[in-house]
């Protein structure tokens, strides 16, 4: 019997052994597609730049939330968005930032001016907004309003607030640089200080940055005492400077041509709109 067992037991192991799967058994047997491995490779950008950023609300600073944003910020995003890039960011003063670009530890900074000293170690996106200063003064100085020129501000003997080292163009230049009217011009480290100086009547009016000054005076809920008046400088273009060591100049082209896209559409309208309300 057990004989018997024993060839019946080996005969089903052979047969078992000898068969051969049908087709669709191999079809079913192959590895599955690793699908979420494909889905995620896809989302991968196909580059990662590292973006350096000195705080300098609106156009660069972190929310509450420790989320880097701002003007430039967004603008910036959104463009790297259409040509598959993301950006790292780097917080520092421009100072050390611009020494970072330079050895190629950072990719890219926003805001920046051209100038021929940048140009040996840079590359420069096309403009994408006018540096613009405004002219502040009280609400309750609407008088001030009729008042066309910093000149004709001046010849008024009227106190004008600015911030050391700031250009302002040519004609405020000239003035504070006049030995009868730089006593007209009232030096501060920072803007804000110019603020205080307003509200103290310490100084008649200030200039600010546009969006900076429409930032300061929403965040400390001014309007209802310091308005624009009326006035407005343009002392040129900002620019996203480029590494030359790290950023190729087909990659500034890409960005170039993303950046005419998206300053072409009502993303970038109301994206002004938003910062300088």
Not at 26 to 50: G, R, Y
Not at 228 to 246: L, R, Y
Request: glycine fraction near 6%; proline fraction near 4%; charged fraction near 25%.
């Amino acid at each position: 019997m057990k004989t018997s067992r024993l060839i019946i037991v080996c005969s089903s192991i052979l047969l078992l052994l000898n068969c051969k799967p049908s087709n669709n058994s191999e079809v079913n047997d192959q590895p599955l597609p690793l699908v979420t491995e494909v889905s995620a490779i896809a989302t991968v950008p196909d580059c990662k730049l590292v973006l350096g950023f000195d705080a300098w609300e609106p156009y660069q600073y972190i929310d509450v939330g420790d989320r880097v944003t701002g003007l430039d910020v967004e603008l910036a995003n959104a463009v790297l968005k259409e040509i598959s890039c993301v950006a790292d960011y780097k917080a520092g003063t421009w100072v050390s930032l611009l020494n970072d670009l330079r050895d190629g530890n950072v990719d890219m900074l926003l805001g920046a001016s051209k100038t021929p000293a940048r140009e040996e170690f840079a590359l420069f996106s096309q403009p994408y907004r006018m540096e613009e200063y405004s002219l502040y003064i009280r609400k309750d100085d609407s008088q001030l309003t009729a008042i066309k020129s910093v000149s004709a501000f001046i010849e008024q003997d009227k106190m004008i607030g600015v911030v050391e080292d700031y250009f302002y163009g040519p004609e405020v230049s000239m003035l504070r640089d006049g030995s009868a009217t730089n006593k007209n011009f009232v030096s501060a480290i920072i803007g804000e200080v110019n603020v205080a100086r307003l509200l103290d009547r310490d100084i008649d009016a200030y200039l600010e940055d546009s969006f900076v000054g429409a930032s300061v005076l929403r965040r400390k809920a001014l309007g209802n005492y310091i308005v624009p008046q009326g006035i407005t400088i343009n002392t040129g273009d900002a620019h996203v400077m480029f590494s030359k060591n790290t950023v190729s100049v087909d990659t500034l082209q890409r960005f170039d041509a993303a950046l005419t896209k998206v300053k072409s559409s009502p993303f970038y309208t109301d994206l002004l709109s938003r910062y300088k309300r």
